[in-house]
């Protein structure tokens, strides 16, 4: 069974130059936070999709499996862990949940709570997390460090860090020596079936520096779009809805209420007639204390949502906030009120680039505070955190970390011999600032 959903993402620590074998431990550790550009780039919630393949050598050929899946970790032992397993042409499905106080597993197509022996097992691998974010061995005291001697991890030569700390199991880390990557990590935990402690063995593969700018571009080169700033201005000026074409929306919007049946259907073909810029205000509607109300701005959503994929547009807007396109600003600040609230978000967290600037906020971006149009008004206010600091503290917000390396694929063994052997690779890795705690809690049935 894998019991490690997480892998935990170690890698997200780049040391600078070659280790040498008579460098101290924690100098090691600190050349890793350094190389990462501070502490703030050591602490995202992350939420991956994943692929392998899953061995059980006991059990020989059955014991060959297949996985596809999202797993989802947060700092303060937060996991989740969702896989599609495929064996002998059959397909299962496993989740397990994990935050500081308990742990559930989907089993059989019903939740059941972990028991105290089995939480005290994650409580081990919560330990592991933290200690792999390295970031904590140079803040608590409590934690000792011991040099190891040189080996070899994957056929590199490696320098190995003991980590020990009263009452907690040794956890041993190893760094690449020519290029200073943390490669592989190794624990003991007892297993509950055997009651014996067996080893456990992570080994990161095949850094690579998050290119998000990148990952956007061939979203984009999908999708036969350009993505030249100059073009993907075009792009979103030309999807920009005036004010006229957004106070017709609205008065559509107030005729789903009439109380003519033929108006009220006639509004609803003209409102998906429209297509995303109905949306903002159709989403509102949705919410409406009137159910008849309500239920028709939702239906006119879903068949707006089918005819419009706002995958491309989120993308376009993305690749102007990563490279703070000139003229950007007041281009999406235009196009906000005829966006559906995925492309909002979308824009929130592109302007938000550009308040982070050097030099501060652009001058656009401010007037907005005093904008006619309430949609802008709050968007400026929560970006510049006029709200006090509301929407920045909100669960969820995409975080595009710049210089960070994550290993592409990892190796995870366990037990005597190694007998559980899992080969992952990360097909996409998200940051966030924080996940919602809810995710990691037993959802409802």
């Known amino acids: 069974m894998i019991r490690r959903e997480e892998f935990v993402l170690a890698g997200l620590l780049l040391l600078s130059g070659s280790i040498q074998a008579q460098d101290k431990p924690r100098a090691i550790i600190e050349r890793a936070v350094k190389a990462l550009g501070g502490e703030e780039k050591l602490d995202p919630?992350?939420?991956?999709?994943?692929?392998?393949?899953?061995?059980?050598?006991?059990?020989?050929?059955l014991g060959e499996m297949t996985f596809t899946g999202e797993t989802a970790t947060q700092p303060g032992g937060y996991h989740r862990r969702a896989l599609k397993i495929k064996a002998l042409g059959t397909e299962f499905e496993m989740i397990q949940v994990i935050n500081a106080k308990e742990g559930w597993r989907l089993s059989k197509g019903?939740?059941?709570?972990?028991?105290?022996?089995e939480f005290n097992n994650q409580k081990i691998t919560q330990y592991s997390d933290q200690v792999t974010s390295l970031l904590p061995l140079l803040r608590d005291k409590e934690f000792k460090l011991e040099l190891l001697p040189e080996t070899e991890i994957l056929k590199k030569k490696a320098i190995g860090i003991k980590v020990t700390r009263q009452g907690k199991p040794d956890v041993q880390l190893f760094f690449e020596k020519e290029s200073g990557l943390l490669c592989q990590y190794r624990f003991k935990q007892r297993n509950p079936d055997t009651n014996k402690e067996e080893p456990e063995e992570h080994s990161m593969l095949e850094y690579k520096e998050l290119d998000w700018i990148g990952q956007t571009e061939?979203?984009?080169?999908?999708?036969?779009?350009?993505?030249?700033?100059?073009?993907?201005?075009?792009f979103l000026r030309k999807r920009t809805p005036s004010e006229e074409q957004i106070k017709q929306v609205?008065?559509?919007?107030?005729?789903?209420?009439?109380?003519?049946?033929?108006?009220?259907?006639?509004?609803?073909?003209?409102?998906?007639?429209?297509?995303p810029p109905a949306s903002p205000a159709l989403e509102k509607a949705s919410r409406d204390e009137d159910t008849e109300v309500a239920r028709r701005a939702q239906d006119c959503l879903k068949l707006i949502q089918e005819q419009h994929n706002p995958a491309t547009l989120r993308a376009v807007v993305r690749l102007l906030g990563l490279r703070r396109s000139e003229g950007a600003v007041e281009a999406l600040l235009a196009f906000l009120p005829g966006a559906e609230r995925a492309v909002a978000e979308e824009i929130r967290v592109a302007l938000l680039n550009f308040a982070e600037r050097p030099g501060g906020p652009p001058p656009a971006l401010v007037k907005a505070l005093e904008d006619k149009e309430p949609l802008r008004r709050d968007l400026a206010r929560a970006v510049l955190g006029k709200d006090d600091g509301a929407w920045l503290k909100q669960p969820g917000r995409p975080l595009f970390l710049t210089g960070l390396k994550v290993p592409r694929k990892m190796i995870y063994r366990?037990?005597?011999?190694?007998?559980?052997?899992?080969?992952?690779?990360?097909?996409?890795?998200?940051?966030?600032?924080?996940?919602?705690?809810?995710l990691f809690t037993r959802p409802a049935e």
């Open 250 to 275: 609205r008065a559509l919007i107030r005729k789903l209420a009439h109380d003519s049946f033929e108006v009220r259907e006639q509004a609803g073909k003209d409102l998906v007639k429209f297509g």
């Open 110 to 117: 019903t939740w059941a709570r972990m028991s105290d022996e």
């Open 414 to 438: 366990q037990g005597d011999q190694f007998s559980t052997k899992v080969d992952m690779e990360f097909v996409q890795i998200q940051l966030f600032n924080r996940l919602d705690d809810k």
């Open 218 to 234: 061939e979203t984009l080169k999908k999708a036969d779009l350009p993505t030249e700033p100059a073009a993907l201005l075009a």
């Open 45 to 61: 919630a992350l939420v991956c999709k994943v692929k392998g393949t899953l061995e059980l050598k006991e059990l020989g050929q």
